[in-house]
């Protein structure tokens, strides 16, 4: 842990919570917390996890970045 006030612990939590929010809390109204937990679940598990595209993954899924790591792993 750094100081108080340094920003760089959490900056990739406080990016991905604001991907969250802005491609898909902001677009919906959830009538329910369990729906907003399914919702939620579901963007991350299959959407964000296996088909969003990420820049620092070279454009790849993080699923697919790491299924390409395991296969340089066992080749190697």
């Not at 802005?22 to 919702?39: D, G, R, S, W, Y």
């Not at 991350?44 to 790491?66: T, W």
Request: charged share 30%; with cysteine.
């Amino acid at each position: 842990m750094s100081k108080k006030g340094d920003c760089w612990d959490n900056a990739v939590s406080e990016s991905f919570f604001h991907t969250l929010k802005t491609e898909l809390t902001h677009h919906e109204n959830f009538q329910t917390k369990a729906e907003a937990n399914e919702k939620i679940f579901e963007y991350i598990e299959i959407f964000y996890n296996r088909q969003r595209l990420h820049s620092s993954n070279n454009y790849m899924s993080p699923f697919e970045f790491e299924e390409k790591m395991l296969l340089k792993e066992i080749v190697a």
